[in-house]
C-alpha cells in the first residue's frame, strides 16, 4: 500500500515537472514568436529602405541621362561658337589686310605722313588711335576693323560662356557618378542586411517550429502522466475498499450481488422511469448500501467512472462481444484497463445516477444487444 501510494506521488511529481516543462516551452515559443514578429518587422522595414534606394538610383539615372543630353548638346554649341570665332578672326584678318593694302597703295601715291605713323604703331589698338588724326585713311575702313574686333571679342566671350556651362554640367555629371556610386554601396550594404534578417528569420522559424514540437510532445507526454497518475490514484484508493473474491450458483456467470432482492425484472414495466421508458434493459438487484459487487466473469473493465444516468458503473468485456453492466453505485474498486477475475469484488451498492434507492442494475449485452441476465446465472 506505501509503495504503491509512492509510486502515485512520483507519477504526480512527474506530470508537474512535465507541466513546468510545458509552461516554459509555452514562454520561450512566445519570446521565439516575438523575436520572429520584430524580425519581420526589420526585414520590411529594410526592404522599403531598400525600394527608397531603388527610387532614388533611377531618379539619379534619369537626371545622369538628361545631363548627357544637356552636356551632348552644350559639346555642339561649343563647337558652333568655337567655328564663329574661327569666321570671326578670319573676317577681322582680312579687313586688317585690306586695309593695309589700301594705305600701301597710298604710300605708293605719295603720303609718306600715314606710313611713318603705321610704322610707330605697334598694335592695332594703337594704329587706330593714331589713325584718328590721319584725315587719310577710309572711314568704311576704320569702322569694318572695329565691327570686326567687337564681333571677335563678343563671340569668344560666348565661347567662354558655353565653356564654363560645359564644365558646370561635367561637374555635374561627376556628382551624380559618384551619388550612384554612393547609392549602389547603399544598396549593397542594405541587401547584406535583409539577407540576414532572411537568414536570422529563417532560423527563428525553424527553432519556433521545433519549440512548438516540442511543446506538443511534452504536453503529450504531460498528458499521458497525467493519466498514469489518475489510474494509479484510482487504483489506490479502489484497492482500499475491495473485499475478496466470492463465486457463487452454477450459472456461466458468478451471482454479481449474492443475496440481494431483484426489484425489477429485465424487459417490460408497468410503471416508466424517467429517461429509461417501459423496456428495462437489466436486472435490479435491492441491497444496503456497501453491499458488495463482484464481477460476473473474468474479463477486462472497458468503463469505471461517473455517469450522470448510471452514476458510479463499470463496464466489463468478456470478449467475443459479450459485456456486464453495472451501475448506481457508491464506491467503484477498479480502473480502467485493468482485468479482473471471476467473482472479484469490483464495487459497491449505492444509489448514485438516476436512482430511486440502493441496488444494482446489472446488464447482460451480447454484440450491442441487452439480453436477459437470468439466462447466465
Known amino acids: ?25 509555452a514562454s520561450e515559443i512566445s519570446e521565439t514568436e516575438k523575436k520572429a514578429e520584430e524580425l519581420e518587422q526589420k526585414k520590411q522595414e529594410a526592404e522599403g529602405e531598400k525600394q527608397s534606394l ?28 568655337e567655328e564663329e570665332l574661327v569666321q570671326a578672326k578670319i573676317d577681322e584678318n582680312d579687313q ?17 605722313q600715314f606710313i611713318e605713323i603705321l610704322c610707330e604703331s605697334k598694335s592695332i589698338g594703337e594704329f587706330l588711335n593714331n589713325a584718328e ?7 568704311y575702313d576704320r569702322d ?43 544598396m549593397a550594404s542594405k541587401e547584406e542586411e535583409i539577407q540576414k534578417l532572411s537568414d536570422d528569420l529563417g532560423a527563428t522559424r525553424d527553432r519556433l517550429e521545433q519549440l512548438k514540437k516540442a511543446a506538443e510532445e511534452a504536453a503529450r507526454k504531460q498528458k499521458e502522466q497525467e493519466e498514469q497518475a489518475k489510474r494509479a490514484q484510482a487504483n489506490a484508493n479502489i484497492s482500499s475498499g475491495a473485499g475478496a473474491s466470492v463465486v457463487t450458483g452454477n450459472g456461466t456467470f458468478t451471482h454479481p450481488c449474492p ?7 429485465f424487459g417490460w414495466r408497468d410503471e416508466p422511469i424517467a429517461g429509461a421508458g417501459n423496456t428495462h434493459k437489466g436486472l435490479d438487484l435491492a441491497a444496503p448500501t456497501g453491499t458488495p459487487i463482484y464481477a460476473a466473469a473474468a474479463g477486462t473493465v472497458s468503463i469505471a467512472r461517473y455517469s450522470n444516468s448510471a452514476g458510479n458503473w463499470v463496464v466489463i468485456n468478456h470478449g467475443n462481444g459479450l459485456q456486464t453492466y453495472y451501475m448506481h453505485a457508491s464506491a467503484l474498486y477498479v480502473a480502467e484497463g485493468q482485468s479482473v477475475s471471476k467473482g472479484q469484488n469490483i464495487a459497491a451498492v449505492g444509489s448514485t ?7 444494482l442494475h446489472f446488464q447482460v449485452m451480447v ?11
Not at 571679342?153 to 551619388?179: D, G, R
Open 259 to 265: 443475496g440481494a432482492r431483484v426489484s425489477s425484472e
Open 367 to 377: 454484440n450491442g444487444t441487452p439480453v436477459n441476465p437470468r439466462n447466465y446465472l
Open 1 to 25: 500500500m506505501i509503495l504503491r501510494r509512492k509510486i502515485v506521488s512520483l507519477l504526480l511529481v512527474t506530470a508537474l515537472c512535465m507541466g513546468m516543462v510545458v509552461n516554459a516551452h
Open 144 to 186: 569694318m576693323l572695329v565691327e570686326f574686333q567687337h564681333i571677335v571679342q563678343m563671340v569668344a566671350e560666348q565661347e567662354e560662356t558655353l565653356k564654363a556651362e560645359y564644365a558646370e554640367l561635367e561637374a555635374m555629371q561627376n556628382s551624380l557618378i559618384a551619388k550612384q556610386g554612393e547609392l549602389n554601396e547603399l
Open 353 to 359: 445516477g438516476q436512482s430511486t434507492g440502493p441496488h
Open 96 to 112: 586688317y589686310e585690306n586695309m593695309k593694302k589700301r594705305i600701301k597703295f597710298m604710300y605708293e601715291n605719295g603720303n609718306t
Open 133 to 139: 588724326y590721319i584725315t587719310t585713311i577710309s572711314e
Open 54 to 81: 531603388v527610387d532614388q538610383l533611377n531618379a539619379i539615372l534619369a537626371e545622369m541621362d538628361e545631363t548627357k543630353a544637356k552636356i551632348e548638346a552644350k559639346e555642339i554649341e561649343v563647337r558652333e561658337k
